[in-house]
């Protein structure tokens, strides 16, 4: 893919700056046309997105629907339906001492966003905060990811179609692109990927102090606790990551299992791998591959020496790797260290609900935490652990709820989005005070007559 060179950068960048001071943005009709264009142009383009994501990643119609395009779709329904509201001034209470002033909050644009997104799932997280500039209007630059050709390309001319570039453009390349980017001055930088990544694009914003979305990721913990549901807990988290073959930022990172269940799970999720993907996953059309080769060495990489009780197969040429668990880990080993990104999962056992409190707290912060188990130990665990988000008896699925706020905290990331959250992150909430001109009260005026008064208003 050619890289977008800095010049055309520095053009697309000033054009917006322009278009965005013309005050187009500011008519919430405009807005509303433009989130129905984008909808409308999804629903054009659903077919050549669904074929770009097979051939970049293996991923099938079913999967590229249910985990891209209609979260997308939501996201727009759901900004379409409440746009008004949200815009509109909100009232608030004026204290006695300021009489007879009133005042109120008004919402307004930050004005140009750059958006980059990652290849895991590189129209969801490329097009859902997109939602959330339009929908605050603000201009945006896309930055899909090299990684994902066909995708890119396929988002590239969809947006071009759609959207004049003075407003809406998609720049494409590899990291030298992404450094030419973040070297010129945004009013927000809105940047999904590794933390890594994520301090370079907080540090290039610290030089304008810009303010930054960062939606990063980490090792998310699965508890799998006594009393657990066992036969449902399998399914519902070997679903969980097998979906987009792990490379998922919330995907259950590493099993943190109660010793006296730890056998039973173990064979329950082998039984329901092979439910899902059959006794080959690498014949089953849903079990997408790995993004390239070198993700795919490091994944393989964590196998070498490991104890492996479930699957453990692979084929480079093909970048499959098989679902597969693996025991006795050392907590200290890269495969504990590092976040997976794919279907490997360690196992490591705990003896009471507080001890895996413990594992959990003592490392970076996840970007989300799943708890099996009965709902007062869930709430001891939701109370003493900090994620991004979380789930009780089930993984992924908070994501899917458009009306949740999604993000990170801490080292896996900071700010949220979706939904409402989507609108006032793209927004400056701006406090107005209006003062009639038909009395002006003294007491504030110098030389603070009747003090003794005012000190008890106030």
């Known amino acids: 893919m050619e890289n977008t060179t800095t010049e055309r950068i520095v053009e697309i960048v000033a054009a917006q700056k322009e278009f965005f001071r013309s005050g187009k943005t500011l008519d919430i009709e405009y ?12 629903k054009r383009w659903e077919k050549p997105l669904a074929d770009a994501l097979w051939a970049d990643l293996h991923k099938s119609y079913e999967e590229a629907y249910l985990t891209e395009l209609s979260i997308v779709l939501g996201e727009i329904d759901n900004h379409i339906s409440h746009l008004k509201s949200w815009a509109a001034p909100k009232r608030c209470a ?15 644009p930050l004005g140009s966003s750059l958006i980059i997104a990652p290849w895991n799932y590189p129209v969801q997280l490329l097009l859902n905060p997109l939602v959330g500039a339009i929908s605050a209007g603000c ?13 890119s390309k396929v988002i590239e001319e969809l947006i071009r179609e759609t959207f004049n570039e003075n407003y809406i453009a998609v720049v ?14 945004y009013d927000i930088i809105f940047f999904t990927g590794s933390p890594s990544l994520g301090r370079k694009v907080m540090a290039a914003a610290g030089k304008n102090l810009t303010p930054v979305v960062l939606e990063l990721g980490g090792k998310s913990p ?16 070997a679903w969980g990551k097998s979906l987009n073959t792990g490379q998922t930022c919330i995907a259950p990172d590493y099993l943190l299992v109660h010793k006296e269940v730890k056998n039973q799970l173990i064979e329950a999720l082998s039984r329901e791998f092979t439910s899902l993907l059959g006794d080959n996953p690498k014949q089953c059309k849903h079990f997408v591959r790995i993004v390239n080769d070198k993700a795919f060495d490091r994944l393989v990489g964590y196998l070498e020496g490991a104890d492996i009780v479930v699957g453990g197969e692979y084929d480079k040429g093909e970048r499959y790797i098989a679902p597969t668990i693996v025991d006795n880990v050392d ?13 490997i999962f360690p196992v490591v056992t705990f003896e009471s609900t507080e001890e895996a409190v413990k594992f959990v707290t003592e490392r ?3 970007l989300a935490l799943y708890y099996f188990g009965d709902n007062k130990s869930a709430e001891y665990v939701l109370k003493h652990t900090s994620s991004g988000g979380a789930c009780v008896n089930d993984t992924i699925m908070h ?3 458009e009306r949740l706020p999604f993000g990170g905290v801490g080292n896996s990331g900071m700010s949220s989005y979706h939904g409402r959250e989507s609108f006032d992150v793209f927004s400056h909430r701006r406090a107005v005070v209006t003062t009639p001109t038909w009395i002006d009260v003294p007491f504030r005026y110098m030389p603070y007559k009747m003090f003794s008064l005012v000190k008890k208003l106030l």
């Open 31 to 42: 807005r509303l046309s433009a989130l129905r264009a984008l909808k409308a142009a999804l």
């Open 139 to 151: 201009t945006a630059i896309l930055k899909p990811s090299p990684y994902v050709e066909s995708v």
């Open 172 to 185: 494409q390349g590899n990291r030298d692109v992404n450094t030419a980017l973040l070297e010129q001055r």
């Open 399 to 401: 994501i899917a709820n």
């Open 364 to 366: 970076e912060k996840p």
């Open 94 to 108: 004026t204290p006695i001492k300021m009489f007879p002033s009133r005042s109120k909050v008004i919402n307004e």
């Open 222 to 237: 699965c508890i799998v606790d006594r009393g657990a549901a066992i036969a449902t807990v399998a399914r519902r988290i």
């Open 331 to 343: 907590t200290d080993s890269p495969i504990m260290q590092e976040e997976i990104f794919g279907p």
